[in-house]
């Protein structure tokens, strides 16, 4: 969707409303009265065949007889007639459209094909539509309520984007009486057209939007939608809700993972890898609504609770615990300050309990010597209203406290009549208040949620140590084999030369196809060994008894092999018998049991789990989810998430066991899924750690066809690092110079590299003065999403380390058809075919993501720059909206 027809949808400066009535009851009455008391200032025109005049307007009989084109159509009529109305609006060069119509796919078949025409016509137009069955469009800025919820929200800055119309309508009655303001309320209905990723696309750019709610029934288009939910996290708070948490469905029982990790597991890592705040109910909705509209921002988890009684204090207190947060320690001079102002029967410490009797003054002061302690980042003020409390005295206080306070202040003030005014106070100040305490210290558990998956989202991890390259054709072989011989699953020989491939240590597997091979195989594994049957049609070995273990000799390794056969027959009579695998028998002491596994999730792709494993794997259900590409600060997280994370460390004697060997295959796991896409899933089970290392004893991966048409990482809810445009060029003078796309642990050398530019580079290239990269700016320009952007960096090696020299990248514009670029080298670096190197792979790289222009701006005194794209084939001319800069473009892809 380009720019102008986001606008349209979402800023019209006039609209038609097509199906207007003032027929007391009916939808087009509804729509009509909101329009017109929301005070919009756009012109609006009313369509309806049956009327001459609407309300005392005149009405056209249809959109073609309207005088001008509005921006936006609200269409209100039967679905029969809907497809129509968008041709005629299409053609009268109408740019975009809510349907309001209910009666499309959710009605049938003859319903999916109506949507299906009026899909095809809008797109025959160019027009852009939201729904059908939406509840409409509301921008509180211009005054616009184009829907037919009930009511009026207030003005604020938090966007609702929902695909419930009825929830919609809920949030915004129980809003108007906690004064929580909106931006905008966007109701998405179906979604036949506009997507989520649009809609955020447009939100992380609104000027007069601060945060933003989804909810959410279904996500369509996982890798658009996680970009722009990721882009928009970015720059503002994202609170997600998602109905449809449990899987009622069939699980996969071939695989242990299958079972352990269900579809809102997965959906779950999506939301934490995205940096949002995933919420579970309406409570946490309302609370959430209510804390983020307040514009509370969160920068820790040390909590401090003042509380004029001591049992909501201490609830407050275990419910801070249960939840994740931190109880602050307050320092002794704090304790000392509490102690000097407050009587003397107040409790000491954290909570901070000051007497029913105590003033305004002394209760402001104890929140104020909590706020002002270093190791403090919140405070939870709780009152209980008592005959010598004065409540409202006390709120007001608060309030003052809070103007002046970069730490955030949430207020729970219990009862009903008697704190009624103090909490119409909080409202009017902006200042999150609830009524119970766990309400209270849920949404600030919340809010550190949160601020922990920004962590995520916007870490700078240490740079990778250069590990063994994996041999990727070897592993792709593997696979190929198994797909021409139509088989869904490697067996375990095959399954572990494939992690030995990208290398992963594993116990090897040697087949045996006879008892004579067994021994054979069983001699050069060396005794003891084991003996598991080789079986495509067995999932779970010990589940048919076809495990032998400690077989000391010959004459053991006969002995089972005959037995195990014979007991395997009887359990399965139906499963094909291939023989046997034989391996040497891991007896380390002091070992770990883990997992870790791959699911092929419908939406998001392939996801890695992690946890404690052995046989009672399914019993423990110990595990974290996450969506790969994951680097080493994501694997940690992922293992700290775990009771496997608390095995690894020192217990009962037993040393700590070796959790670096532990991340390393995780990372190998996570670069076999996203080089691999016919790998769709995967069980390790056991992996085997002890403090001198880890290996993989058991293996299984199961595979899938391949995607003849798709472009690489096309598998993937998040485009990995593209290690394929790595490429090392020499200049003239035999310098050797790395082009790659840039990663978040280039951050030191990306900030050293801008440091270093001349004032003139730094202005040439951002046409703004800038004297050094914020944190936030350095985050911005390292975590790239190479789905929709891609920074080629140029480095050389020096004695102290890899050095930067230049940067190019590419910013992929809401229309998903064209990016800006932007260029800049280093000042000593100039004229040295630095520039055209990067510049051309840049060209290149967005060629092959299909993308049809390239476009970029520049200062007119910046000639190189204009010369460069020119000799690249890049038109170049003035920019429209700027005398002062020069356009340059370039058709990527030749018609």
Same mark, same amino acid.
């Given at each position: 969707m380009t720019v102008k027809r986001v606008a349209a949808l979402l800023r019209p400066g006039s609209l038609a409303l097509v199906g207007a009535s003032d027929t007391p009851g009916t939808l087009g009455d509804v729509v009509r009265r909101n329009l017109a008391e929301s005070g919009f200032e756009g012109q609006v025109f009313f369509v309806n065949p049956s009327h001459e005049t609407v309300a005392g307007q005149p009405a056209y009989r249809s959109v073609s007889d309207l005088p001008l084109a509005p921006d936006l159509a609200i269409i209100l009529t039967p679905a029969a007639t809907v497809p129509d109305i968008v041709d005629e609006c299409g053609r009268k060069g109408v740019r975009a459209a809510v349907v309001v119509s209910a009666g499309f796919r959710e009605g049938g078949a003859a319903g999916a094909a109506l949507e299906r025409e009026m899909r095809q016509r809008a797109r025959r137009h160019g027009l852009r539509f939201l729904g059908p069955n939406s509840l409409g469009v509301i921008r509180t800025d211009i005054g616009l309520n184009a829907s037919c919820g009930p009511g009026h929200p207030d003005k604020g800055r938090l966007a609702l984007v929902?695909?419930?119309?009825? +929830?919609?309508?809920?949030?915004?009655?129980?809003?108007r009486s906690r004064h929580v303001g909106f931006s905008s309320v966007i109701s998405t209905g179906i979604g036949a057209d506009v997507r989520l990723g649009e809609i955020l696309d447009y939100l992380a750019r609104d000027p007069a939007t601060d945060s933003i709610m989804l909810y959410l029934e279904g996500v369509d288009g996982a890798r658009r939608f996680m970009s722009a939910l990721r882009a928009a996290a970015r720059v503002k708070p994202v609170v997600v809700m998602k109905a449809g948490r449990h899987n009622l469905g069939p699980t996969d029982m071939a695989f242990h993972t299958g079972v352990l990790v269900g579809e809102d597991d997965v959906f779950d890592a999506a939301m934490r890898r995205a940096g949002v705040l995933r919420i579970r109910d309406f409570?946490?909705?309302?609370?959430?609504?209510?804390?983020?509209?307040?514009?509370?921002?969160?920068?820790?988890?040390?909590?401090?609770?003042?509380?004029?009684?001591?049992?909501?204090?201490?609830?407050?207190?275990?419910r801070a615990q249960d939840r994740g947060l931190t109880l602050?320690?307050?320092?002794?001079a704090s304790l000392e300050r509490l102690a000097a102002e407050l009587p003397p029967a107040s409790r000491e410490g954290n909570p901070v309990y000051v007497r029913p009797d105590v003033d305004g003054t002394q209760f402001a002061a104890a929140a104020r010597i909590c706020l002002e302690d270093p190791d403090v980042d919140a405070l939870l003020a709780v009152l209980v209203p008592h005959a010598l409390t004065d409540a409202d005295a006390i709120a007001e206080s608060l309030v003052e406290i809070a103007k002046g306070s970069r730490k955030p202040i949430f207020a729970c003030w219990m009862g009903g009549e008697a704190v009624a005014r103090s909490r119409a106070?909080?409202?009017?100040?902006?200042?999150?208040?609830?009524?119970?305490?766990?309400?209270?210290?849920?949404?600030?558990?919340? /809010?550190?949620?949160?601020?922990?998956?920004?962590?995520?989202?916007?870490?700078?991890?240490?740079?990778?140590?250069?590990?063994s390259a994996p041999d990727r054709a070897r592993a792709q072989a593997i696979l190929d084999a198994a797909l021409a011989r139509e088989h869904e699953w490697l067996n375990p020989a095959e399954s572990k030369d494939l992690l030995a491939a990208f290398g992963i240590p594993v116990v090897r597997s040697l087949p045996a196809h006879s008892v004579e091979e067994a021994v054979a195989r069983a001699r050069e594994a060396g005794y003891p060994v084991a003996m598991k049957i080789l079986s495509p049609d067995i999932a779970h070995k010990t589940d048919v008894d076809g495990v032998r273990l400690n077989l000391a000799d010959e004459r053991d390794v006969r002995g089972a092999y005959a037995r195990m056969l014979a007991d395997v027959a009887r359990a399965r009579p139906d499963a094909e018998l291939q023989g046997v695998s034989i391996e040497a028998m891991y007896r380390e002491q002091n070992r770990r049991e883990l997992m870790i596994g791959v699911v092929r999730d419908p939406v998001f792709g392939p996801a890695i789990s992690f946890g404690l494993g052995g046989i009672f794997v399914e019993v423990i259900r110990d595990r974290a989810v996450a969506?790969?590409? +994951?680097?080493?600060?994501?694997?940690?997280?992922?293992?700290?998430?775990?009771?496997?994370?608390?095995?690894?460390?020192?217990?009962?004697?037993?040393?700590?066991?070796?959790e670096a060997a532990v991340e390393e295959i995780l990372l190998r796991v996570s670069e076999i899924v996203c080089e691999l896409p016919c790998v769709g899933a995967m069980d390790v089970n056991? +992996?085997?750690?002890?403090?001198?290392?880890?290996?993989?004893?058991?293996?299984?991966?199961?595979?899938?066809?391949?995607?003849?048409?798709?472009?690489?990482?096309?598998?993937?809810?998040?485009?990995?690092?593209?290690?394929?445009?790595?490429? #090392?060029?020499?200049?003239?003078?035999? #310098?050797?110079?790395?082009?790659?796309?840039?990663?978040?642990?280039?951050?030191?050398?990306?900030?050293?590299?801008?440091h270093g530019l001349s004032e003139q580079s730094k202005f040439l290239r951002f046409m703004f003065g800038l004297r050094d990269l914020t944190p936030a700016m350095l985050s911005r320009f390292t975590q790239i999403d190479y789905d929709r952007e891609l920074a080629l960096i140029a480095t050389v090696d020096t004695e102290e380390g890899e050095k930067q020299i230049g940067v190019v990248r590419y910013t992929t514009l809401p229309d998903e058809e064209t990016c800006e670029f932007a260029i800049v080298v280093g000042d000593e670096w100039q004229g040295k075919g630095v520039a055209r190197r990067m510049f051309s792979r840049l060209i290149?790289?967005?060629?092959?993501?299909?993308?049809?222009? /390239?476009?970029?701006?520049?200062?007119?005194?910046?000639?190189? /720059?204009?010369?460069?794209?020119?000799?690249?084939?890049?038109?170049?001319?003035?920019?429209?909206?700027?005398?002062?800069l020069v356009q340059m473009t370039l058709q990527l892809q030749l018609e």
């Open positions: 929902s695909q419930s119309g009825a +929830l919609c309508a809920a949030l915004l009655d129980w809003a409570s946490e909705l309302y609370t959430a609504a209510a804390t983020l509209g307040a514009g509370v921002r969160l920068r820790g988890r040390r909590l401090a609770i003042v509380a004029n009684a001591g049992g909501p204090g201490q609830i407050a207190a275990d602050a320690e307050l320092r002794p106070l909080f409202a009017e100040h902006r200042l999150p208040y609830y009524v119970r305490p766990e309400t209270a210290v849920d949404a600030i558990a919340g /809010m550190g949620l949160y601020a922990s998956n920004q962590q995520l989202l916007l870490q700078t991890p240490e740079p990778l140590a250069l590990a969506l790969p590409p +994951l680097n080493h600060f994501l694997v940690r997280e992922l293992i700290r998430r775990t009771r496997a994370g608390h095995a690894l460390q020192p217990l009962r004697g037993a040393p700590a066991a070796d056991p +992996l085997i750690v002890t403090e001198r290392g880890a290996v993989v004893v058991d293996a299984r991966i199961g595979v899938l066809p391949p995607r003849p048409d798709a472009l690489p990482y096309d598998h993937m809810a998040i485009h990995p690092y593209p290690s394929g445009l790595r490429d #090392i060029v020499e200049l003239p003078g035999g #310098i050797a110079v790395t082009i790659r796309p840039i990663r978040p642990e280039d951050a030191g050398i990306e900030h050293a590299f801008v290149d790289a967005a060629r092959e993501r299909r993308l049809k222009v /390239m476009t970029g701006v520049t200062l007119r005194e910046n000639t190189r /720059m204009i010369e460069l794209s020119r000799s690249l084939g890049f038109r170049t001319g003035p920019d429209p909206d700027d005398p002062d």
